[in-house]
């Protein structure tokens, strides 16, 4: 007879993963990790596995992976039959995600900096409202926004 793996109730396994009890919850409403079987006392019970793959999960996240890309490697995990260079293709794509954020980010650090320069500590006041203000009053009646796939 197999030994049973020990069944950890939610505040636990999150302690034993990292991920905290409303992530768990949010990760079985996902289909991250299946719902969970509950206890006589109706407490949801997590075995080792199952602390494993919320260890994972974090991890996927913590790389700033969305919860469709996590999906992805969950379900190549669990095709043992299945083409592992897909695993390679989910993290090219996040990488290229990671590349164009990065950019962003340089821009925004130069428009930031910018911006901080009008306030030198010279004189009695800093500029950078006066600046926000100018800013938003020429420019231009922004296009609606397009409907962009969010990353999470």
């Known amino acids: 007879m197999a030994a049973q793996s020990p069944q950890h109730r939610i505040g636990e396994?999150?302690?034993?993963?990292?991920?905290?009890a409303a992530s768990i919850r949010y990760y079985e409403k996902e289909g991250l990790l299946a719902a969970q079987a509950r206890a006589d006392n109706q407490y949801?019970?997590?075995s080792d596995e199952e602390v494993h793959r919320l260890r994972f999960v974090r991890l996927c996240r913590a790389m700033d992976m969305s919860l469709g890309e996590v999906r992805t490697l969950l379900a190549l995990d669990a095709d043992v039959r299945g083409d592992g260079h897909v695993a390679c293709i989910t993290l090219d794509e996040h990488l290229e995600h990671v590349r164009t954020r990065l950019a962003e980010l340089r821009t925004l650090e130069k428009e930031l900096l910018a911006l901080r320069s009008r306030c030198d500590g010279q004189g009695g006041q800093c500029h950078v409202i006066e600046a926000l203000h100018a800013r938003a009053d020429s420019e231009p009646v922004p296009p609606p926004l397009p409907s962009v796939k969010r990353h999470v």
Do not use: E, W
């Open 13 to 20: 396994a999150a302690r034993l993963s990292g991920v905290p």
């Open 44 to 46: 949801r019970v997590y």
